[in-house]
């Protein structure tokens, strides 16, 4: 990293340079929803100046290049994830849509009365709901892997549920309200000793570290562009090519046809299969683009300089009196929820915003982990690489601050 210049870096991100309420903005919400920068924002405003025109249907000259520039994203998703196959990369509009996809697509086919699904105990409810709606219709179950209080895996228990009634396993990559990476590979490992597919949600593991689908050996692996430095709207579903061909589309209309009559209608092939109806086009224009900055400022480099600030903002926070950090997994990433004594994590929040500071509080979409805690909710900060030392220590500041003024 010694060679990485990270302040030109955050300069280019114009909403770093914003004030809030008299105070420089401190953006640490980067888990809900990270920034983007220049180039990005231009690309997307230059397509919608310049480019704009639906994609595979026209012959004419835009639509032309609006269909290159959108498919172009594709590609490089491929590359960035290291897919096997162009047509492993579906369009969804974000990790929500892609597990959705999977669990009517994938589930409706495949699950029958008594058949099991193991999800964890931290997963981001877009990994649970989907699941239990398709669970209800087709009779099957959801077995959970529990969790110990420091916010890992009990990897014991999760060997102990795998059966021959288990027909999925779906795990977060890494917790978005803890922070923790949990042990993926081995997850998948076990699971394919037994048949059985696996569905990572990796919102919060592609903008944080180098991830690669063909050496995890992922069957499905979902993602956010807004969460990486790209536009909301956009996501990609990854899946192994011979389980996508065998899934029947999740929705009709335009695009995802070969041909309709009446009578019966035949399906389009993959990738287009599972993309009805006009994408979200600007904004797959825009993600290729922010691919192209990654992979500039290099994924490595990103996870080893969140990792630095990360163990700072931990052991700055640590020094506190009476706050306790929620989610102490040996390996985490990116996250530090937190409670102070005797502050709900709400007003917590509204005092730092005061401040200029910006954290997510409350139940972070997993009310599995704060019933497992037994506490509403936590305030959250949630690291990238464009933050810097300062924004950690004016978080600090900021929490010293809450705690005089309650
Ligand atoms: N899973 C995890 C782990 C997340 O953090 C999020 C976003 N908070 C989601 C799924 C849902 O992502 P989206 O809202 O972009 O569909």
């Known amino acids: ?67 290159d520039a959108f498919e172009a994203a594709r590609t490089k998703v491929k590359d960035f994830i290291n897919a096997r196959h162009l047509e492993e990369i579906i369009y969804t509009t974000g990790t929500t849509d892609s597990i959705n996809l999977v669990a009517n697509s994938y589930g409706r086919k495949h699950f029958r009365e008594g058949d ?35 916010g890992e895996l009990v990897m014991e228990e999760f060997h102990n549920l795998l059966s021959d009634r288990t027909k999925m396993v779906g795990v977060l990559h890494v917790s978005n309200a803890l922070g923790t990476v949990n042990p993926v590979e081995e997850i998948i490992e076990a699971a394919h000793a037994k048949d059985i597919p696996v569905l990572i949600d990796g919102a919060q593991a592609v903008p ?26 956009f996501g990609i579903l990854y899946g192994k090519k011979e389980l996508l061909e065998d899934m029947p589309p999740y929705r009709g209309g335009g695009d995802m046809i070969d041909k309709v009559t009446f009578e019966k209608t035949t399906w389009n092939d993959l990738p287009h299969k599972f993309e009805a109806g006009t994408p979200p086009i600007a904004a797959g224009v825009g993600f290729a683009e922010t691919i192209d900055f990654l992979n500039e400022v290099g994924m490595e480099n990103i996870a080893a300089r969140e990792q630095e600030l990360l163990d700072y903002a931990t052991e700055e926070l640590r020094k506190i009196d009476g706050l306790k950090i ?66 950690i220590d004016r978080l600090v500041e900021g929490i010293k601050y809450v705690k005089e003024f309650f």
């Open 326 to 391: 929620v989610g102490t997994a040996k390996n985490k990433a990116s996250v530090i929820s937190f409670l102070l004594e005797g502050i709900h994590p709400t007003d917590a929040g509204t005092i730092l915003d005061q401040k200029g500071i910006a954290v997510r509080t409350g139940h972070h979409c997993a009310q599995p982990i704060m019933d497992h805690f037994n506490i509403p909710g936590t305030a959250r900060a949630s690291i990238s690489f464009y933050n810097n030392k300062e924004d």
């Open 116 to 150: 099991e699904i193991i999800l964890s105990a931290m997963e981001h409810h877009a990994n649970i709901v989907p699941w239990q709606m398709v669970a209800e219709e087709t009779g099957a179950k959801i077995k959970v892997i529990p969790m110990t209080d420091e």
């Open 208 to 233: 944080h570290a180098v991830v690669d689908v063909q050496k995890l050996d992922a069957d499905f692996y979902a993602f956010s562009a807004h969460k990486m430095c790209g536009p909301t709207g």
């Open 1 to 67: 990293t010694l060679t990485t210049d990270w302040e030109a870096i955050r300069n280019q991100f114009p909403v770093l340079k914003r004030e809030i309420k008299g105070n420089p903005l401190v953006y640490l919400d980067n888990g809900a929803s990270s920034q983007m920068p220049q180039r990005v924002i231009d690309r997307i405003n230059d397509y919608h100046s310049n480019e704009h025109a639906n994609v595979h249907r026209g012959i004419h000259t835009l639509s032309q290049e609006g269909t």
